[in-house]
């Protein structure tokens, strides 16, 4: 389809899964194959986000009733598949020890696959425990929520490459698949956190890294 957009006269897709063997990150891996040269880690800068965006981001988390001193600790424990998952009751037990340490307000950010594949009492738990959420967030009013915030913690999504982008402190807890291959990269990403399954993650190793972030 969007060759089709794009009118191209032929298209050359790009693996989106690397041989098992292979070693190196995926973007690694693409750039070899187009003859590119791969970037050291101290080039990954943080991407430039336009004003409006962190404008928009302050307007949605206002909506949620997030002023604009608090110190932002976003989580997102959506995942494209539900075992890239680490479980959603220790999402929550990471957000009231977030809250009650007082260092940080916990916001948990919700998107389509989320609130599709969830049943309504997963998806409305966080606002139950009196979390902020921010339910199916444009990307750019994520983004601009992501570039003003203290650290981050996702699983192996899209959001987390996000995060990293905008030069958000990540923390990214991975399990079936390999942080090698799929780690996000950014000026301010931690060494991933990578079980199997997921849930031998425990909310210790998480607390950790987020305190390191927040230090």
């Not at 425990?129 to 990307?139: D, I, W």
Request: charged letters at 15%; a negative charge; glycine letters at 8%.
């Amino acid at each position: 389809r969007l060759a089709g957009l794009c009118q191209a006269a032929s298209a050359v897709f790009l693996p989106i899964r690397p041989p098992a063997d292979a070693e190196a990150h995926l973007l690694d891996i693409w750039l070899d194959m187009l003859g590119l040269e791969t970037p050291t880690a101290e080039s990954y800068a943080a991407w430039p986000v336009p004003p409006a965006w962190p404008q928009a981001g302050r307007q949605a988390l206002a909506a949620a009733g997030v002023g604009p001193a608090d110190r932002l600790v976003v989580l997102h424990p959506g995942a494209g598949a539900a075992d890239k998952c680490w479980p959603l009751a220790r999402y929550l037990v990471l957000a009231r020890r977030l809250a009650d340490a007082g260092r940080a307000r916990p916001v948990v950010v919700l998107g389509p696959v989320e609130l599709e594949q969830w049943d309504s009492a997963a998806a409305e738990q966080p606002a139950r425990e009196g979390l902020a959420v921010l339910n199916e967030p444009p990307l750019e009013t994520l983004a601009g929520v992501l570039s003003a915030a203290s650290a981050f913690v996702g699983n192996d999504s899209g959001v987390g490459h996000l995060a990293a982008a905008v030069g958000c402190p990540t923390i990214s807890l991975f399990g079936p698949t390999c942080p090698t291959h799929f780690r996000p990269l950014g000026p301010r990403v931690a060494p991933p956190l990578w079980r199997q399954p997921i849930d031998l993650i425990s909310v210790d190793d998480v607390l950790d890294q987020v305190r390191k972030a927040l230090a």
